[in-house]
């Protein structure tokens, strides 16, 4: 699903945020992404949706070759990836199902399936009855709910997310978390970086860490700490 | 892309303009004042450029026949005079009119000259190109049976580089009015444009082609330049129309002469409504595109 080949990354004033990267991300996988601030975690996750690029080394997702796809086919692949952050980036003057449908309008889906899809992943994140509601009439949690139901509705096979409950109190992480779930159970692999310790520990999935641009520990039901 | 994607953007567009309705409030207001200035500057050098043209018309040659030459050899002159490159028309006036002329200038003394008018046959020559009368006056001079070739030498070239210069200056001023209008609107659509870097940024994420994200800006910037250009067009109409109604009548005779409203008026509202909707549409592109790279 996603591989990348010795990747490394030097921003031009010098800071090098990734320094031989070799990873791969099969279909249908869990992983957690961990590490101290300013360890290269970002960057190792802007680069798997192009927002950045690799200085060198090859990232492969989805069978799209990340360092060499032009500019003008970058839309295309975004597409088939959905992303989540941590400050939920929601237009704010449309509403919620405005905020979805946004994605489908982008490509061009047709009126019929744009109302569908945005109420079937409205139900899926349990947003049904607050459709017409504007992002700053809702908690946080509602708001992080339907940016995710935005990364999927157009079914995607892989959710990239950074820090999703970063600003987000431990019960309502929770209930992110199990949306989560439900989407990696339907087959849709997840990238997810966080700083949060307890649900890396509750939840046990691949936990990757990075730190000063290297991957230095990649296990399979992993738990949080890079301190080793 | 589908007409319905189309359909999409052009209610986008004209949404956008009410939901930022502060934005659109000073970006408007930026194309408004900008092409009432150019506007009125163009109603005012468009009509010194009649006058110019008015004044280089006025210009003439004046070729005066040998006195002694008979009819005969005068028809000639005026043969060869009509035949030489450059001559858009040849007025024949005889001696005995150019003397009625005199009589009429000067005084009735003149009079005595009725019994044997030392004047000779003239005609009044204009160019085809009121910059080329010296060349042709010259010409003219070198034929024979020509008494003497008159065309304002000095004066003429004088007023010609006197109202060329006020043409090109004219011309620098228009441009560079245009250049500050382009510059001051550009900018201020920039800065709403930049207030949505979120919103474009978010269209990216989620897949948006470049043309996706442009084009409803590229709209609303069209539609900013037409909203803007309503007020300068109204006002130039009415009071154009106005002071040429005012005008005209007086200025019946003279040489300053106003521009007929009816076309004048419908092309000036043209090209300010040109204007403001390329400036708009300009403004958004080049603000769009800063977000479009990379």
Known sequence: MIVMKDVYKKYPNGVVAANGINVEIGRGEFVYVVGPSGAGKSTFIKMMYREERPTKGDIIVNGINLATLRNKRVPYLRRQIGVVFQDFKLLPKLNVYENVAFALEVIEESPKQIRKKVNDVLALVGLTQKARMFPNELSGGEQQRVSIARSIVNVPKVVIADEPTGNLDPETSWEIMKIFEQINARGTTIVMATHNREIVNTIRHRVIVVDGGMITRDEYEGVYGYES | ?294
Do not use: C
């Open chain 2, 1 to 294: 892309m589908k007409a319905r994607t189309m359909g999409r953007h052009f209610r986008e567009s004209l949404k956008s303009l009410g939901r930022n309705s502060w934005m659109t409030f000073a970006s408007v207001s930026a194309v408004t004042v900008t092409l009432l200035l150019v506007g009125v500057f163009i109603v005012i050098m468009m009509n010194l450029n009649q006058l110019a043209d008015n004044l280089e018309n006025d210009v003439e040659i004046k070729v005066i026949a040998e006195p002694a030459a008979d009819a005969e050899t005068v028809k000639q002159l005026e043969k060869e005079i009509k035949a030489t490159p450059g001559v858009a028309s040849v007025l024949y006036a005889s001696r005995d009119e150019e003397l009625d002329k005199m009589i009429k200038s000067f005084g009735d003394e003149l009079n005595l000259y009725k019994q044997s008018n030392p004047l000779g046959d003239a005609f009044y020559v204009k160019a085809a190109d009121p910059h080329k009368t010296a060349e042709i006056a010259i010409k003219i001079d070198k034929y024979a049976n020509t008494y003497k070739v008159v065309y304002g030498e000095g004066k003429v070239e004088k007023l010609f580089n006197v109202l060329n210069m006020s043409r090109n200056i004219g011309m620098v001023l228009i441009l560079a009015l245009l250049f500050t209008a382009m510059f001051l609107i550009s900018n201020t659509i920039r800065l709403t444009i930049v207030a949505r870097g979120r919103e474009i940024e978010i269209m990216k994420l989620v897949g948006a082609t470049n043309s996706f994200v442009r084009i409803p800006f590229v709209l609303e910037g069209i539609w900013l330049g037409v909203l803007g250009s309503i007020i300068p067009m109204a006002v130039i109409s009415i009071s154009y129309y106005e002071l040429y109604e005012q005008w005209e009548p007086r200025l019946q005779n003279e040489l300053f002469q106003l521009m007929n409203a009816t076309p004048f008026i419908f092309q000036v509202n043209g090209l300010l409504l040109f204007m403001g909707i390329f400036i708009g549409m300009w403004g958004s592109f080049m603000s769009v595109r800063k977000f479009l790279r990379a």
